[in-house]
Each structure stands twice: as structure tokens, then as C-alpha cells.
């Protein structure tokens, strides 16, 4: 029984990372180009930043939601099917 939950723990874990990441690495990478833009510019207005960075997490989310909605349906699937078969080890 303790299997199954450290199991479902660690894959609940690795799913948050992993759908975590695409709007994490288009804030990343825009965030790096507009600071590589402001340095060549001399421009240090911190609010340019700010819009760019909602744009392409609001895209990565469009991308990749079908994708994460996918991921966690089937995380969801497993985590019923782990819930009834703790059930049944601990039913009478």
C-alpha cells in the first residue's frame, strides 16, 4: 500500500514539473532577450518586461494546454485507479 502512494506521490510530483515548465522556460527566454535589449539599449524600464513576459506565457499556455490537459486526465485516471485498489487492500 505505502508503494502505491509514494508511486503516485512521485508521479504527481514530476507532472507539476512537468507541466510547469513550458510557461516557465517562454518566461525565461523572454525575460533573457528583453534584458539582453535593455542592456544594448540602456533602457532599465522594468515594466517593459512585464507585458512581454504575460504574451508568451499566455501562448505557451495556449500551445500546450491541450497537451498538460491531456497529462493530468491520465494522471487523474491513475490516481482513481490507485485510490480503489488501496481501497480494496484495506476493505474487509
Same mark, same amino acid.
Given at each position: 500500500?505505502?508503494?502505491?502512494?509514494?508511486?503516485?506521490?512521485?508521479?504527481?510530483l514530476?507532472?507539476?514539473?512537468v507541466?510547469?515548465?513550458?510557461p516557465?522556460?517562454a518566461?525565461?527566454?523572454?525575460?533573457?532577450?528583453?534584458?539582453?535589449?535593455?542592456?544594448?539599449t540602456?533602457?532599465?524600464?522594468?515594466?517593459?518586461?512585464?507585458?512581454?513576459?504575460?504574451?508568451?506565457? &499566455?501562448? /505557451? !499556455? =495556449? @500551445? %500546450?494546454?491541450?497537451?498538460? #490537459?491531456?497529462?493530468?486526465?491520465?494522471? &487523474?485516471? /491513475? !490516481? =482513481? @485507479? %490507485?485510490?480503489?485498489?488501496? #481501497?480494496?487492500?484495506?476493505?474487509?
Amino acid at each position: 500500500m505505502d508503494d502505491v502512494i509514494l508511486r503516485v506521490a512521485r508521479e504527481g510530483l514530476l507532472l507539476v514539473l512537468v507541466c510547469s515548465a513550458p510557461p516557465l522556460l517562454a518566461a525565461l527566454a523572454v525575460g533573457l532577450i528583453m534584458g539582453v535589449l535593455q542592456a544594448a539599449t540602456q533602457v532599465q524600464e522594468q515594466t517593459l518586461n512585464l507585458v512581454p513576459k504575460i504574451v508568451a506565457v &499566455t501562448v /505557451a !499556455l =495556449l @500551445v %500546450a494546454g491541450p497537451w498538460m #490537459g491531456s497529462q493530468l486526465l491520465r494522471f &487523474t485516471e /491513475a !490516481l =482513481l @485507479v %490507485a485510490v480503489a485498489q488501496v #481501497g480494496r487492500m484495506g476493505g474487509p
